[in-house]
């Protein structure tokens, strides 16, 4: 089992910077490919950021492609999702999410955080 704690989500204006940070505990998920997620209010989860466990490959939808950057730590069982020129199009809760094999855009992963509340303001 793997349990995840995201953090670092707060309020922000429109063109600030966040940098979120999801700490896996439990099982080790260095051989993990590990995602970003987010959920605004009646909108349907959707897929921001995307790592390989090697971090060699990236995944972005065209939403944030530019923005956001993914990178981990397997040594500190954690990865980050770094936020740049954020816009209010961006508030949702953000979970971080962990699955063997490969990356998808779809949220077919195995293990969940209980998410971080970004809000932006314009």
């Known amino acids: 089992q793997v349990h995840m704690v995201e953090s670092g989500g707060e309020l922000v204006q429109a063109g600030g910077s966040l940098r979120l940070s999801c700490a896996a505990s439990?099982?080790?998920?260095?051989?993990?490919?590990m995602a970003w997620f987010r959920q605004a209010p009646g909108k349907e989860r959707e897929s921001v950021a995307a790592?390989?466990?090697?971090?060699?490959?990236?995944y972005y939808p065209e939403s944030v492609k530019g923005r956001f950057t993914i990178s981990r730590d397997n040594t500190k069982n954690t990865v980050y999702l770094q936020m740049n020129s954020l816009k209010p199009e961006d508030t949702a809760v953000y979970f971080c999410a962990a699955r063997r094999g490969t990356i998808v855009p779809t949220d077919e992963y195995d293990y969940w955080g209980q998410g971080t509340q970004v809000t932006v303001s314009s």
């Open positions: 439990g099982r080790t998920t260095s051989r993990y490919v």
């Open positions: 790592i390989s466990w090697t971090g060699v490959s990236t």
